[in-house]
């Protein structure tokens, strides 16, 4: 998987975000909204063993935190800059549940 979450999908989604059409552009925003989610949920798992002495089953890569750290915020932010009233309901609550979901893995 690291493989596939480097440079070149970073790249991808970066340029989903930024693209024109609002369809493409949600695909990228929800894709590192997934990863932030997933990512905050192993980071309480890894908490939670730590607390009983245990090792997590599965430890986070930090994709998020990497992408974080490579220019996603400025397009995250960007993004809801240019939402407009009338988007529908699911692309106007993507981009602050991006923000929130990023925003977890930042501390």
Request: proline share 4%.
């Amino acid at each position: 998987m690291a493989t596939y979450m480097g440079q070149g999908l970073l790249d991808i989604t970066t340029n989903a975000i930024q693209s024109t059409n609002p369809e493409v552009a949600k695909q990228g925003l929800e894709f590192w909204t997934t990863v932030a989610d997933e990512e905050v949920e192993l980071m309480y798992e890894a908490e939670e063993a730590a607390s009983a002495g245990a090792a997590p089953e599965v430890s986070s890569q930090n994709y998020c935190q990497g992408a974080l750290s490579h220019g996603l915020v400025p397009l995250v932010l960007d993004s809801l800059a240019k939402q407009d009233e009338g988007d529908d309901e699911v692309g106007a609550s993507l981009v602050p549940l991006c923000i929130n979901s990023c925003h977890a893995l930042s501390f």
